[in-house]
Structure formats: C-alpha cells, structure tokens
C-alpha cells in the first residue's frame, strides 16, 4: 500500500486563528489552496492556484511588471491607477478600436483604427477628427484664439493663361457648404471677392459678394464637383499673372 502524506487542514475561518509552525504547510478545504506558515502571521499566507482563481490584491497592494518595476496597477482605497514609473511611455494598443466607457457602458472617447477619434460628453458625440481637421457638434467657447497663419489658407495659386483652373478644394463626404474668401494679384492690382458655397453631394452651387479691388475685377468664379472634392475655380482676366490666395470656412 502507497504511503499517504496528509497535511493539517482546516476551514478559512479556523485558519484565520491559527497560526502555524515556520514552513509548515496546511489545506484550506474552504478555498482547496495551500497555506504557507512563518510562525507569526495568523491564518499565513495563501499560494495562488494555477489558474489564478484566488489571487486578489488589498488597497495599496501594486502588481508590478518589468524588470524594474515600471508598470503599476493598484488601488489606494478611493482610487484605482495604472502607473508608469519607468523611464518609457504608456502605450495602449488595440486591434480594431480603443473605448473609454463608464461602469454603466457610457462612452467617454472612441479612437477607430484607420478611421476617426470621438469624445463624448453624457453619451453624446461631440467631438471627432476627420481627414482634414475636427469635427465639433454644438458650441465652441474659448477665452482667446491665437493663429500666426490661418490654418485653411491656400500657399497660393498662380496663373499665366485665361483657362479655369481649381484654386481650392474640400471634401464633399465632410462639409455641406463654405465660406471662402479669395484674393487675387496681378503685378500691382488687387482685387478681393466672398463666395458663398452649397453643395448636395452632385451639384454645387455658389454666390458672390463683397467684391472690391483697386482695379477692375482680375477674375471670375465659379465651383464644381469633381470625384470626392468641392472645387472653386478662377479664370483669370488677362494671361498676366495672377496670385490666388483663398481663405475657406468650413460648414
């Protein structure tokens, strides 16, 4: 017959008052764990399963990754941290999307891959990036709005022919209508116009306003749709050259 070695055993709640011999061993046939003893400490100190099942971690008690401790993840009794304290970032990455959502699956922010990042507030969308800039639905308010350059002005577009050419554009799928303010030179004269632009997706159409220069006018205006883009197009009065700048609001 085998010989069978049998280690003392109790409950949880008979461990929590016993306290073992230095590297004594018991069985806590409430949880079915391994109990290690020091001689001192009441109830000991429970081995982890292998599978985990029973591992947990007090207020203030860090489970610690890397070599030098460098990532952190505890909680302080009032709040619950993952803390880089090495001398690297803290990177965060996903297959598909990232989500930040609350206890009850709100959405606090959304980042898709290839695709836009979105911030809520209660639920709600209210802002997101796109191919060209952001996107914010409602009210933007703001102590001061500083620019050394006016981020949607073009670098400038010349001319030396009478033949229409595209001076700016913007993507159809992200904006239902502009504001563009346009500005045209030729050698010393000068001449400024507004245009007013809607679209549907297949036809745009445009008006203008606001002309004034030092001269006669230097161009006329029109817009279009052309695959994915918005164009507005200038012909130039003369084949002098001519300088485009444009200045677009987006809607």
Known sequence: MATQIKHRRGTTSEHSTFTGSEAEITVDTTKDTLIVHDGSTAGGH????ADGSNIAF???????????????????????????VGTGGLVLRAANNIKLLSDTGELYFQGIKDGASKVYYNGAEVLKTTSTGIDVTGTVTADAVETDTIANESTG????????TAIATFAKADYDSAKVV??????TD????ELLIVHNGT?????????????????????DISGADVRVL??????????FKVTKTLL
């Open 46 to 49: 429970e081995l982890a399963k």
């Open 58 to 84: 007090g207020d203030n008690v860090k489970a610690k990754f890397g070599a030098g401790d460098d990532l952190q993840i505890y909680h302080d009794g009032n709040d619950s941290y993952i803390a880089d």
């Open 157 to 164: 577009t010349t001319t030396t022919s009478t033949t229409q």
């Open 182 to 187: 346009i500005s045209a030179k030729s050698g």
């Open 190 to 193: 000068v001449y400024s116009t």
């Open 203 to 223: 036809t745009a159409s445009a008006t203008e306003y606001g002309q004034i220069g030092t001269g006669s006018a230097l161009a006329t205006f029109d817009v």
């Open 234 to 243: 200038a012909t130039a009065a003369s084949s002098t050259s001519t300088v």
